[in-house]
C-alpha cells in the first residue's frame, strides 16, 4: 500500500492537484496484487502463463526480477508517491499535527487488517512465518514485529508501514529545518542513511534485521522528498538531482551490502524507471486520469493493499482445488474489493474525517 498515505491530496506548491499520481496509485496497486498472486500459484505448483508472458514481455526485457514479479515495481512506486505526498504536507503542518495525523491515516484501518490476518493463520487459513501466539498480535499492530526475535508476522506486508513509520518520524524532527532551509533535511539524510548502513550489520535477525530493512529503503522516500521539492522551487533543480544521484547510490550500497535487503538484485534499475514514470506522471493531465472512477480507485489503494493476501489467500487456497484457479481468482478479487471499499468507508475515511473535524473544533474553541 500507501502504501502511501491514503486520501491526501498531491498537490505542487500552486495547490493544483496531480490527477496522474491517482492512476500510478492504481498501478501500483495492481503490480503488488500481480505479484504475490502470481507467487501463491508458483509456490503451490500451479502453472500461470499470463505470469510467464509478463516474464518474457516485460520483466525479462527490461531486466526486472523474476519469477517475482513486478513486486518492486508496486512497493518502489508506493514509496516514491509517500514521500512526495507527506512531503508536501509537511509545509503547511506543525509536527506534532504531522505525525498524529499519519498515525491516524495509517493505524486503525492496518490494526483491522492485522487482527483479520492474525484469526485467519490461528485457524490454518494463512501463513505466517512462525506459528503465532497472542502476544504476537500487539506486537503487528505496534509495528515491532520484525524487530523483536521469535515473533510471528501475521501479515508481512507490514513492512513497508515499518519504513514509512520512520521517514515520518524524520520528517516531524526535521520540520522546522525543512521550513527555513529545505535544501537541509535532504543533505542530512544523506549523512544519516550513510552513517546507519555502517553501523547496522547487513544480515542477521532481529533486530538488525528489521532497522536493516528500514535503512535500506529509506533513500528511495528521500527520493520522493526531494522531487516534491524541487517541483515546488524549494531547492534548485540540479541540488535536487545531485542528492536524489547519491541516495540512489546508497540504495545500491545497501544492495550489495545485504544478501537480504532489497530481497531482489533488479531492484536498483527497476527504481530508476520508476522514477522516471513517476517524474512523467506528475504532468499527466487528461480526461482519463481526471475521471472520477480514477480518484476513487486511488483512494481505496491503501485498503487494497492492506487486504489482498488476507482476503485473497484463503480463497484461493479453498476455491482453486475445485473450481481451478481463474474462477477462484474472479471470486479472490471480488471479496478484496468488497473488504477494501467496507474498510475504506467504514473504518479508514470515517476515523480521518472524526480526527479532522476534532481538529476544527479546537481551533474553534481555542483561537
Same mark, same amino acid.
Given at each position: +500500500?500507501?502504501?502511501?498515505?491514503?486520501?491526501?491530496?498531491?498537490?505542487?506548491?500552486?495547490?493544483?492537484?496531480?490527477?496522474?499520481?491517482?492512476?500510478?496509485?492504481?498501478?501500483?496497486?495492481?503490480?503488488?496484487?500481480?505479484?504475490?498472486?502470481?507467487?501463491?500459484?508458483?509456490?503451490?505448483?500451479?502453472?500461470?502463463?499470463?505470469?510467464?508472458a509478463v516474464d518474457g514481455l516485460v520483466s525479462g526485457p527490461l531486466h526486472l526480477y523474476r519469477p517475482i514479479t513486478?513486486?518492486?515495481?508496486?512497493?518502489?512506486?508506493?514509496?516514491?508517491?509517500?514521500?512526495?505526498?507527506?512531503?508536501?504536507?509537511?509545509?503547511?503542518?506543525?509536527?506534532?499535527?504531522?505525525?498524529?495525523?499519519?498515525?491516524?491515516?495509517?493505524?486503525?484501518?492496518?490494526?483491522?487488517?492485522?487482527?483479520?490476518?492474525?484469526?485467519?493463520? =490461528?485457524?490454518?487459513?494463512?501463513?505466517?512465518?512462525?506459528?503465532?501466539?497472542?502476544?504476537?498480535?500487539?506486537?503487528?499492530?505496534?509495528?515491532?514485529?520484525?524487530?523483536?526475535?521469535?515473533?510471528?508476522?501475521?501479515?508481512?506486508?507490514?513492512?513497508?508501514?515499518?519504513?514509512? +513509520?520512520?521517514?515520518?518520524?524524520?520528517?516531524? #524532527?526535521?520540520?522546522?529545518?525543512? *521550513?527555513?532551509?529545505?535544501?537541509?533535511?535532504?543533505? +542530512?539524510?544523506?549523512?544519516?542513511?550513510?552513517?546507519?548502513?555502517?553501523?547496522?550489520?547487513?544480515?542477521?535477525?532481529?533486530?538488525?534485521?528489521?532497522?536493516?530493512?528500514?535503512?535500506?529503503?529509506?533513500?528511495?522516500?528521500?527520493?520522493?522528498? $526531494?522531487?516534491?521539492?524541487?517541483?515546488?522551487?524549494?531547492?534548485?533543480?540540479?541540488?535536487?538531482?545531485?542528492? #536524489?544521484?547519491?541516495?540512489?547510490? $546508497?540504495?545500491?550500497?545497501?544492495?550489495?551490502?545485504?544478501?537480504?535487503?532489497?530481497? @531482489?538484485? @533488479?531492484?536498483?534499475?527497476?527504481?530508476?524507471?520508476?522514477?522516471?514514470?513517476?517524474?512523467?506522471?506528475?504532468?499527466?493531465?487528461?480526461?482519463?486520469?481526471?475521471?472520477?472512477?480514477?480518484?476513487?480507485?486511488?483512494?481505496?489503494?491503501?485498503?487494497?493493499?492492506?487486504?489482498?493476501?488476507?482476503?485473497?489467500?484463503?480463497?484461493? @487456497?479453498?476455491?482453486?482445488?475445485?473450481?481451478?484457479?481463474?474462477?477462484? $481468482?474472479?471470486?479472490?478479487?471480488?471479496?478484496?474489493?468488497?473488504?477494501? =471499499?467496507?474498510?475504506?468507508?467504514?473504518?479508514?475515511?470515517?476515523?480521518?474525517?472524526?480526527?479532522? =473535524?476534532? @481538529?476544527?473544533? *479546537?481551533? *474553534?474553541?481555542?483561537?
Amino acid at each position: +500500500m500507501t502504501t502511501t498515505t491514503p486520501d491526501v491530496r498531491a498537490t505542487t506548491s500552486t495547490n493544483k492537484y496531480m490527477h496522474g499520481l491517482d492512476l500510478v496509485r492504481i498501478l501500483a496497486a495492481l503490480a503488488v496484487i500481480f505479484t504475490h498472486y502470481a507467487n501463491w500459484l508458483r509456490l503451490n505448483g500451479h502453472d500461470f502463463p499470463v505470469g510467464k508472458a509478463v516474464d518474457g514481455l516485460v520483466s525479462g526485457p527490461l531486466h526486472l526480477y523474476r519469477p517475482i514479479t513486478l513486486f518492486g515495481v508496486g512497493v518502489g512506486t508506493f514509496l516514491l508517491v509517500s514521500g512526495m505526498v507527506v512531503t508536501h504536507v509537511a509545509f503547511r503542518e506543525t509536527s506534532g499535527q504531522f505525525m498524529v495525523r499519519r498515525v491516524v491515516r495509517l493505524l486503525p484501518a492496518m490494526w483491522v487488517a492485522v487482527a483479520l490476518a492474525w484469526v485467519l493463520v =490461528e485457524n490454518g487459513l494463512l501463513t505466517a512465518n512462525l506459528p503465532p501466539d497472542l502476544d504476537d498480535l500487539p506486537l503487528n499492530m505496534a509495528l515491532l514485529n520484525l524487530f523483536v526475535p521469535a515473533t510471528s508476522s501475521v501479515l508481512a506486508i507490514t513492512w513497508t508501514l515499518v519504513v514509512q +513509520m520512520f521517514f515520518y518520524l524524520y520528517v516531524a #524532527g526535521t520540520m522546522p529545518l525543512l *521550513k527555513r532551509w529545505p535544501w537541509l533535511p535532504p543533505a +542530512m539524510s544523506v549523512a544519516l542513511v550513510s552513517v546507519l548502513l555502517a553501523v547496522v550489520p547487513a544480515n542477521g535477525g532481529p533486530p538488525s534485521n528489521g532497522f536493516r530493512m528500514v535503512v535500506t529503503f529509506l533513500p528511495v522516500l528521500f527520493i520522493g522528498q $526531494l522531487i516534491t521539492l524541487v517541483r515546488a522551487g524549494r531547492i534548485p533543480a540540479a541540488a535536487g538531482v545531485v542528492c #536524489g544521484t547519491v541516495q540512489f547510490l $546508497l540504495f545500491i550500497r545497501a544492495d550489495l551490502g545485504s544478501q537480504v535487503w532489497p530481497p @531482489e538484485d @533488479e531492484f536498483p534499475r527497476q527504481l530508476v524507471i520508476l522514477v522516471l514514470v513517476v517524474l512523467l506522471a506528475t504532468r499527466l493531465d487528461n480526461p482519463l486520469v481526471r475521471k472520477p472512477w480514477v480518484g476513487a480507485a486511488a483512494k481505496r489503494t491503501y485498503a487494497t493493499y492492506l487486504l489482498h493476501i488476507p482476503l485473497g489467500f484463503p480463497v484461493l @487456497e479453498l476455491l482453486t482445488p475445485t473450481t481451478g484457479f481463474w474462477v477462484a $481468482l474472479v471470486v479472490a478479487l471480488a471479496a478484496v474489493a468488497v473488504g477494501s =471499499e467496507l474498510l475504506y468507508r467504514f473504518v479508514e475515511n470515517p476515523i480521518a474525517r472524526w480526527f479532522r =473535524e476534532r @481538529e476544527r473544533q *479546537k481551533v *474553534k474553541t481555542n483561537p
